[in-house]
């Protein structure tokens, strides 16, 4: 059976990890731009979810962006 023939199977509510109960520590403050990480947001944004590769790399390339308020890497969901 070759490495890329097994169907993947999403694991069971029963034998996935348990979520977490608790938020992660979140800075007060963007440590480049110093804008807040945690909203009230201004009304004149909006919110866009980007999925990438490496985290901190593709998250550079948006806080040099014009425009852009706050960024964060991470997983979501």
């Not at 938020?23 to 009304?43: D, I």
């Not at 866009?48 to 806080?63: D, N």
């Amino acid at each position: 059976m070759g490495l890329f023939t097994k169907k993947l199977e999403i694991p069971s509510a029963d034998s996935a990890l348990p979520g977490r109960t608790d938020e992660l520590p979140v800075p007060e403050q963007h440590f480049v731009n110093g804008s807040p990480m945690k909203g009230p947001f201004p009304e004149t944004m909006q919110t866009a979810m980007f999925g990438l590769g490496c985290f901190w790399g593709a998250e550079r390339c948006f806080w040099e962006q014009q425009g852009v308020y706050v960024t964060a890497a991470g997983y979501s969901g």
